[in-house]
C-alpha cells in the first residue's frame, strides 16, 4: 500500500458546526502533515507529527485541532470556522528523520467550503 | 531563510513541444530537491527527485538535474502532451528533519 487516504473528498460546513477530517496510511511512516492549499497557490504546512506527537504548529488557529491516534492514523477536528478557511485540506505522510530526503506522499484532499 | 524560486506561468505549449521549467533554490544546508505535480483537482504527486549533486531524477519523460553550482533543478521534458497540462511545484528539504519548502508553482496547459 503506497497511498494516503483522505476522507471526506468534500466537505461544507456552517460556521458553528463541528466536523473532522480522517487521513491514513499504512506504508509504516511515522512523520504526518497537515497543509492548507489555496487554488493555485503551494501548499502551506500547518501540522507535523512525528513518532505521534505533535512537533510543529505553525501558529495555527485553535479552531483547527490535529489529532494522531496512532502511527496510521491523523484527524483534524474543526470547529467555528469562518469562510476563509475554505481551501483544500492536505495530508502527507513521510519517513521520520533522515527519510525526509524521500520525500512526501500526499493524499488526494478535502475540498473544504464554510458557509 | 532556505527557498524555492520558480519561473511564473502559466505557461502554455503545443502538444510534442519540449518544456522546460526552470527553479532555483537557497539552502543554509545541502537538500534534497522534489518536484511535484498537481493534476487538476487532485493532490500532489512526487514526480522526481535528487538527493545530492549531480543526481538526475526522472520519471515518465521528465527529467531535472541536481545542480549545486548554479543552485538549480531545472525540469524538462522532451515531449509534452496534453495529459501532462497541470500545476509543478519545485521544492526542498534540508536534512535533517528540514521541513518541505515549496517553490509557487508553474501552470502548465498543453494544447493539442
Known amino acids: 500500500d503506497t497511498e494516503v487516504t483522505q476522507t471526506p473528498k468534500h466537505l461544507v460546513m456552517g460556521m458553528t458546526n463541528k466536523k473532522s477530517l480522517k487521513c491514513e496510511q499504512h506504508?509504516?511512516?511515522?512523520?504526518m502533515y497537515w497543509y492548507k492549499q489555496k487554488a493555485k497557490k503551494p501548499p502551506e504546512l500547518m501540522f507535523v507529527?512525528?513518532?505521534?506527537?505533535?512537533?510543529i504548529n505553525e501558529s495555527v488557529p485553535s479552531r483547527f485541532s490535529p489529532e494522531c491516534p496512532n502511527s496510521s492514523l491523523l484527524n483534524l477536528h474543526l470547529h467555528a470556522l469562518q469562510p476563509e478557511d475554505s481551501a483544500l485540506y492536505l495530508c502527507?505522510?513521510?519517513?521520520?528523520?533522515?527519510?525526509?530526503?524521500?520525500?512526501?506522499?500526499f493524499g488526494s484532499g478535502t475540498r473544504l467550503t464554510v458557509v | 531563510g532556505d527557498s524555492v524560486t520558480q519561473m511564473e506561468g502559466p505557461v502554455t505549449l503545443s502538444e510534442e513541444a519540449f518544456l522546460t521549467i526552470n527553479c532555483t533554490y537557497t539552502?543554509?544546508?545541502?537538500?534534497?530537491l522534489f518536484w511535484y505535480v498537481q493534476y487538476p483537482g487532485e493532490g500532489l504527486q512526487l514526480l522526481l527527485k535528487?538527493?545530492?549533486?549531480?543526481d538526475k531524477g526522472s520519471n515518465k519523460g521528465f527529467e531535472a538535474t541536481y545542480r549545486k553550482e548554479t543552485t538549480s533543478f531545472h525540469l524538462e521534458k522532451g515531449s509534452v502532451q496534453v495529459s501532462d497540462s497541470a500545476v509543478y511545484f519545485c521544492?526542498?528539504?534540508?536534512?535533517?528533519?528540514?521541513?518541505?519548502?515549496f517553490g509557487q508553482g508553474t501552470e502548465l496547459s498543453v494544447k493539442p
Open positions: 502527507a505522510s513521510s519517513q521520520a528523520g533522515q527519510g525526509l530526503n524521500y520525500g512526501y506522499t
Open positions: 506504508m509504516g511512516h511515522r512523520a
Open positions: 507529527y512525528s513518532y505521534e506527537k505533535l512537533s
Open positions: 539552502a543554509t544546508g545541502y537538500p534534497s
Open positions: 535528487a538527493t545530492k549533486a549531480d
Open positions: 521544492a526542498l528539504s534540508v536534512p535533517p528533519g528540514g521541513k518541505l519548502i
